[in-house]
């Protein structure tokens, strides 16, 4: 599910501190995605002969986890990785509120104290430059490394782009290297309650304008037809980068937009375009006209919480966080949940923005032949399927377990859930530009929304965010 949405301000001061210290000024050059005892290359280069799961028998390997579903079904399975490898594998798991503080200072300090962990595509922005990540690109050409059966074509090749980058800003993803593997990603969708769209003869919204009618009349109609209290949208508002990831940078996105433009390989924020001030001042009245009274307080947790308890007719986030409403048992409206695209695009697009959660290698790492058994076997396609049939894997990364007859069965119950999912599952992507600022400049970003929303110009808050911007990145 997606959890990443505590305000990153704490992460964002400790890589701030530590990119500071003299301790990375020492070392920061001397890591890498190689062996660091051989002047360079990669320690998969190590690895020759036939492919051999048991060739790191008696090896353990360490593990730093997110508490969340994906790590659950993981640590459920992991009695066969051994079985397969005679591997252990040894883990810590924190909660994300701290999660992110553990992974940075241990990749940082060099100490690799953990061989692998889980990161979002995101961090690979700020994990990457510094050298801390493992380039998985050798190891997965080597097939005396990796298994045949691992195949890589199976992968949505977009969520595999996602981890794959130059370490240049700017620079799109999809060349350079491969810094992490997808695992589980989100993409961010409408979910509506059946109930009151059925009472007041409402449809799914075909366009942003229709949304925004759509969020008023369920605020103003849907108490009087027995839903007492119900608003008619919940999407984010905190003031964390998590804000704009999720239902705006989708919406943003699908009207052609971005958030900074590349020239002469320097960033410029695009974000007080004339049509990205309009678009800005429309979601923030639909917010207004109907939203949650408290919106500038609401992550994730109030956005599906509200959705499970009839209290929003709709949700425009990760599809995990209507589905952990709607499956039967879990919430007042677990059977009333339906799934949807979203609006389109005045040109018709439904580009989406995505999570991805993803697993990396340390490039401290004192045992990476034993990590990347482990990281091919995680990402593996016998692990993901049993994942998404008896953990909470909803969305697979791999096209074989999304086209599984038993995942489709899983999921039938939901109404629109698997059409959605397939409608927009290859128009996902993150639909940001990489920057090693990323998280620091979109919480600014979330910032200045919730000025608009509280009644300030657009023009002049988005002008004012932009010419910040433009003296953080440039």
Request: with cysteine; charged share 20%; aromatic share 12%.
């Amino acid at each position: 599910m997606d959890r990443h949405v505590h305000d990153r301000r704490r992460f964002l001061a400790l890589t701030g501190t530590l990119a500071a210290t003299p301790l990375l000024s020492a070392c920061g050059t001397g890591f890498g995605g190689g062996r660091q005892d051989k002047g360079g290359g990669s320690a998969a280069d190590d690895v020759t002969g036939s492919f051999d799961w048991k060739r790191e028998k008696g090896t353990t390997v360490k593990a730093l986890l997110n508490k969340h579903p994906y790590t659950d079904a993981l640590i459920a399975d992991l009695r066969s990785f051994t079985e397969k490898t005679g591997i252990e594998v040894t883990y810590d798991v924190f909660p994300e509120d701290n999660y992110f503080d553990k992974l940075t200072v241990d990749l940082s300090s060099g100490r690799a104290s953990y061989d692998v962990f889980m990161l979002g595509a995101y961090m690979v922005w700020q994990y990457g430059p510094p050298g801390w990540l493992e380039d998985l690109g050798p190891w997965m050409r080597n097939s005396s490394a990796t298994a045949a059966e691992w195949d890589r074509s199976d992968f949505f090749p977009h969520l595999l782009q996602a981890g794959r980058w130059s370490l240049k800003a700017g620079e799109p993803l999809g060349r350079g290297g491969q810094y992490a593997l997808p695992w589980g990603w989100e993409t961010n969708v409408v979910a509506y309650h059946t109930g009151v769209f059925r009472k007041l003869g409402l449809r799914p919204a075909e366009t942003f304008e229709e949304l925004r009618e759509l969020a008023g009349v369920i605020k103003r109609k849907a108490p009087g037809a027995g839903f007492d209290g119900m608003y008619g949208i919940a999407v984010r508002g905190s003031r964390s980068w998590a804000t704009i990831h999720p239902g705006f940078m989708t919406m943003y996105a699908r009207n052609g937009l971005r958030d900074f433009t590349v020239e002469g390989g320097r960033l410029t924020p695009a974000m007080n375009s004339p049509r990205a001030v309009a678009f800005t001042e429309d979601w923030a009245d639909m917010v207004r006209r109907g939203g949650p009274p408290s919106w500038t307080s609401y992550t994730w947790y109030q956005c599906s919480s509200d959705l499970g308890a009839q209290k929003a007719g709709m949700l425009f986030d990760a599809d995990t966080a209507a589905y952990f409403q709607a499956v039967k048992g879990a919430s007042p409206a677990s059977g009333q949940i339906a799934f949807h695209p979203g609006p389109k695009g005045p040109d018709g697009s439904l580009a989406t923005n995505m999570w991805v959660w993803s697993l990396g290698m340390n490039s401290r790492s004192r045992r990476k032949s034993a990590a990347w058994l482990f990281l091919q076997w995680a990402t593996g396609r016998e692990h993901l399927r049993r994942a998404a049939l008896t953990g909470n894997h909803i969305d697979p990364v791999r096209r074989s377990v999304s086209q599984d007859g038993a995942y489709k069965d899983r999921m039938r119950h939901l109404p629109g859930f698997l059409e959605t999912f397939e409608t927009v599952a290859g128009r996902t992507r993150i639909q940001f530009t990489p920057q090693a600022q990323f998280f620091d400049t979109t919480t600014s970003w979330a910032a200045a929304l919730q000025e608009i929303y509280g009644g300030k110009g657009a023009r002049s808050v988005l002008d004012g965010l932009a010419g910040d911007l433009k003296t953080k990145v440039g």
